[in-house]
């Protein structure tokens, strides 16, 4: 989507009307004016398609941000709520948030041991999934 705003957005630059035969270039000339128009054309392609690709993956990292927002609202309020609610039936507040916080650190501890193996990996992944699910769609379509 990103990819066609961005085309037809492009400034194309106006083709020359033709030459007569005795004022033409030669043909290596001729070559070399084509090729030069083929590499800027490709090189305005890698843009647009690297722009592409950057805003899915910043899309992808914003609302991955949000929802990860959200979720530390959700544990921190059912973390508290947890902690009173152990309070009251440890008969004490302190002992409440204690068994909270041991909970906590033995997934803390979970995580840190476990990160290389999951952790890094998913993120990984999901990130070069971003990058090549467009050649992918390309490849079903063409």
Request: proline residues 4%.
């Amino acid at each position: 989507m990103l990819l066609n705003i961005l085309k037809t957005n492009m400034v194309l630059k106006p083709k020359p009307m033709p030459k007569p035969i005795n004022e033409r270039p030669s043909v290596p000339e001729e070559l070399k004016i084509l090729l030069t128009d083929y590499l800027e054309a490709r090189l305005s392609l890698f843009k647009l398609e690297a722009f592409e690709k950057i805003a899915k993956v910043t899309a992808a990292l914003f609302s991955s941000v949000v929802v990860a927002l959200l979720g530390f609202f959700l544990l921190f309020f059912f973390s508290i709520s947890t902690g009173i609610y152990l309070g009251e039936v440890l008969g004490s507040n302190a002992l409440g948030f204690l068994v909270v916080t041991g909970v906590y650190l033995l997934l803390f501890a979970l995580v840190l041991f476990a990160k290389k193996d999951f952790l890094e990996k998913f993120i990984i992944e999901r990130i070069i999934g971003e990058l090549m699910r467009k050649e992918g769609e390309d490849e079903q379509a063409g």
